[in-house]
């Protein structure tokens, strides 16, 4: 009798919370939509490439308050918001505009495991858009800068008997002030989406020792045979310990240890190479030991490959990977949901684009102006997808000269501006550095705040050279990092040529075919070009990659086709916004976009 009514206890607050949470507004939903349980929101481990087996998802549905800026936590709030959705976004529940003269307040209480007892408890969010402070137990604990990129705080010290009272401010002024926002704009039209503020990625907590990892870099180097490593700690001596150990499978491979702070170079012998025909990945394990005890160990991943490029037999400069030229080809891929927005209703949801992608015959992606959530890049490690990782870009922009060497005045940004893009955009190279997916950073597109090009492409370079830099996607271009980067609408045209950097195509096509009860909105549709159905809209689509079969051979290594899905008031995707549709023929896009990934075979 007492398990009957415990079970119809739980029944009655889980009608009671569905109660206070439906997706908000009547525009087009993915499917996924439909699945959600406000009970277990994005469940799924949030960093996979440094696991640990303890945590705890604090995902679901929080109190929220809009207040206008500077005044002390609400009261009252106004009702409830499902994390980690933006709260302009449906799947909130709120779909509010939250704007530049207002901040937005969270409150919800938790409790620390019982046997979490004496254990560090660390606090992490997948990101938050944009300035955000942290508030446990009343007490201020931190605060953090940055809509792209997760943070942490260690809450030990401010826990408290019971319940646990956590307090989240977020502000973010989107195109009114100087941050990166990427396709975000406070008004919203044409190639511009909605704003997206406050958390957005998951939330939760974690139990480590007092003396604990932190993060792992890893650099593979196929050319030496070795993986680098770099691990770092937390609250640990010189006398500490990190072993390695590297598997295939449950096989040990290699194993190193060295003191903490030191890097290790395992040697790899009888490498197996990564690439997105043969994916494969290395397990890791890592350990962390103190005085001869075992304080931490997290699981980890790895991959030997090598992205690089060198002149090609009939004096063009090719990209290559793992030293053979290597054609890449892919969607310009902007990562928005219209019932998430930059959030995936789902996991199933978020792998579901790379695999269509992959599907497509395609084998790169470039991430266009957005960061998104680790799972993705770990999703595209094991897929076996190159990418390409823009930075969101903010501010005010510079004239813009597409079609030839730049040389007018670039912009000059605020100190505060200008400190303020090389924090995030350093914060973004950190957070990303250990995909294996990734292959080129993207720091600059089609002058979207473009300054200081030069400066910047050399200190990405210097600060990761075992990747290629794309100085300037479409523009204003200088002759700086490894590749000049070409836009042109709606067909492939290469309308300039550098003859010491691989040349490619960052942005062609926009084949448009906006299709009844899949629109965002029912009017002001675009694409670079439209088209009536599928077939017409395939047709020009291979009409314009034959073009691209003769312009490889003419000198482009790389091509991105604009773009994976619609996106609001965009119907130029390979799919439908709500992932409904494929609008083009599937197989033959994949035959032709396979001839072109192989058209530098040899």
Known sequence: MKRNFLLFSMMISCIGLFAQWKPMGDKIKTKWAQTIDVNNVLPEYPRPI??????????????????????????????????????????????????????????????????????????????????????????????????????????????????????????????????????????????????????????????????????????????????????????????????????????????????????????????????????????????????????????????????????DDHGIVRMQLNNKDYFQFGPLDQGWWPDGLYTAPTDEALVYDIQKTKDFGFNMIRKHVKVEPARWYTHCDRLGILVWQDMPNGDKSPQWQNRQYFNGSELIRSGESEANYYKEWKDIVDYLISYPSIVTWVPFNEAWGQFKTVETAEWTKKYDPSRLVNPASGGNHYRTGDMLDLHNYPGPELYLYDAERPTVLGEYGGIGLPLEGHLWQPDKNWGYVQFKNSKEVTDEYVKYAEVLKKLIKAGFSAAVYTQTTDVEGEVNGLMTYDREVIKLDEARTRKVNQEICNSLNK
């Not at 800068?145 to 973010?172: E, H, R």
């Not at 100087?178 to 939330?203: A, C, D, H, L, M």
């Not at 604990?212 to 180097?221: L, Q, R, Y």
């Open 50 to 311: 440094m696991e640990r087996s303890e945590w705890t998802n604090l995902n679901g549905l929080w109190e929220y308050a809009i207040l206008p800026n500077g005044q002390n936590e609400p009261q009252k709030y106004d009702g409830k918001i499902l994390v980690p959705f933006a709260v302009e976004s449906s799947l909130s529940g709120v779909q509010k505009e939250l704007g530049k003269d207002n901040e937005l307040w969270y409150k919800r209480s938790f409790n620390v495991p019982a046997n979490w007892k004496n254990k560090t408890i660390l606090l992490h969010f997948g990101a938050v858009d944009w300035k955000t402070e942290v508030y446990l137990n009343d007490i201020k604990i931190g605060s953090h800068t940055g809509g792209y990129t997760p943070f942490s705080f260690d809450i030990t010290p401010f826990l408290s008997d019971g319940n646990q009272k956590l307090v989240v401010k977020v502000w973010d002024p989107t195109t009114d002030s100087f941050q990166p926002v990427g396709k975000q704009n406070s008004k919203p039209e044409g190639i511009w989406y909605t704003p997206v503020s406050g958390i957005w990625q998951t939330v939760w907590l974690e139990p480590v020792n007092a003396q604990h990892i932190a993060s792992i870099k890893t650099i593979p180097n196929i050319d030496t045979k070795k993986l680098s490593i770099d691990v770092s700690t937390q609250k640990t001596t010189s006398a500490d310990i990190i072993e390695v150990v590297v598997k295939d499978g449950s096989s040990i491979v290699a194993k190193a240890k060295g003191a903490v702070g030191q890097q290790l170079n395992i040697p790899i012998t009888d490498m197996k190479l990564w690439s997105p025909e043969s994916p494969f990945l290395y397990n890791l394990e890592v350990n962390l030991y103190n005085n001869g005890k075992l304080v931490d160990k997290v699981n980890s991943y790895a991959a030997m490959r090598k992205i690089s490029s060198k002149r």
